[in-house]
């Protein structure tokens, strides 16, 4: 099956601990991204990979750091959560990094700070 | 910067009755525009999205016209049916400079269509 895929799907945590959320894609695709959706739904991209190489990265706080091991993995720590940090976190590949490119989307990982 | 106006959060229609749901955009650079669909608990995924040729895309039944003009690309169909119950997403992607493409999303756009 060719797909984006997401780990965990679910993940609770106290505020200060580290976080890691796994996403790989089997499509094929050379760009991949991270996005988070909040409470109201509202959907902000944090960072985009083209080949491993970071090619946006939106104002994220610094407890957020995007590691791509290669071209079908982009995972995502998260130092030391804070209330705010509560979401979902979606994880997207497209063929190539141009404005024109279908965004294919993973099912996302809700995180869930107390 | 770039940026995307849905004006409405929630619509709720009479299936049967034509959908008609707003998108704005504001770009420096000339963007590409997509209409989004996330179904409940699962993935958002590509509905439309706008041609460099002023074709109107059309899928599932939805279309959608790129208006330069108005900077505009509103999301219509003749007869809603249950199935289209979701949250709509209109975004835009631009190439800005060295930065790469990325998608701007507008608010979100709640479907509901009731029998």
Redesign the interface.
């Known amino acids: 099956e060719t797909a ?1 895929f997401q780990t965990p799907n679910y993940h609770v945590t106290q505020v200060g601990n580290e976080v890691s959320f796994n996403c790989k894609q089997t499509l094929g695709h050379d760009t991949m ?1 991270w996005y988070k959706q909040d409470s ?6 944090m960072f ?1 990979y ?1 080949n491993k190489q970071l ?2 990265n ?1 104002t994220v706080p610094r407890r957020f750091s995007p590691q791509s091991s290669d071209k079908a993995h982009l995972n995502l720590r998260i130092k030391s959560v804070e209330p705010e940090d509560s979401a979902v976190y ?1 994880c997207a590949s497209s063929s190539d ?7 294919y ?4 990982t809700r995180l869930t700070v107390l | 910067g770039d940026s995307v106006t849905q004006t409405e959060g929630l619509v709720t229609l009479t299936e049967g009755l034509p959908v008609m749901l707003n998108c704005t955009y504001q770009s420096t650079y000339s963007p590409f525009l997509f209409w989004y669909v996330q179904h409940l608990n699962e993935a958002p995924k590509l509905l439309l999205k706008s041609f460099t040729d002023n074709k109107r895309p059309e899928h599932q039944g939805f279309h959608a016209t790129l208006h330069k003009s108005s900077s505009s690309f509103h999301l219509q169909k003749s007869s809603a049916q249950l199935s289209d119950s979701a949250l709509y997403y209109c975004a835009l992607s631009a190439l800005n400079n060295n930065a790469g493409a990325k998608l701007t999303f507008g608010g979100g756009t709640r479907l509901t269509v009731r029998p």
């Open positions: 984006v991204y109201k739904k509202l959907l902000k991209i985009s083209n090619i946006v939106e979606l990094w141009g404005a024109l490119y279908e965004q989307f993973g099912p996302g």
